[in-house]
């Protein structure tokens, strides 16, 4: 079972350009415009390109990217954010069927 507190170190370079997404608003603007010469200038392996362009949060975190990484690639780089919150929500929840149909 892979720990939950601490984010996997073959993630490293994914987790540091999140990072300088959080914080630098230019790098922002230039990851949502080409966001493959982003990667490139951060190092990401093929498997850590793959998961920022499934932008796929749960697919990420259980990959065990750490979720702060993925808050900053999915609302802020990718600008979910600013969306409505019907929009910004890629899993609905599906009713529970139960013994008593609950």
Same mark, same amino acid.
């Given at each position: 079972m892979r720990e939950l507190f601490f984010p996997e170190l073959r993630f490293y370079r994914?987790? @540091?350009?999140a990072r300088a997404i959080h914080?630098?608003?230019?790098? $922002? @603007? $230039?990851f949502r415009e080409d966001p493959e010469s982003v990667m490139n200038e951060?190092?990401?392996?093929? =498997? =850590? @390109?793959?998961?920022? $362009?499934s932008k796929d949060?749960? @697919?990420?975190?259980?990959e065990g990217v750490m979720p702060y990484a993925i808050f900053?690639?999915?609302? %802020?780089? =990718?600008?979910?954010?600013f969306l409505p919150p019907e929009k910004q929500t890629?899993?609905? %929840?599906?009713p529970a069927v139960g013994p008593r149909g609950l």
């Open positions: 994914l987790h @540091k350009m914080l630098d608003s230019g790098l $922002r @603007k $230039r951060f190092g990401l392996t093929e =498997e =850590e @390109k793959a998961l920022v $362009r949060p749960v @697919k990420m975190f259980n900053y690639l999915i609302w %802020e780089a =990718e600008g979910w954010i890629l899993y609905r %929840e599906q």
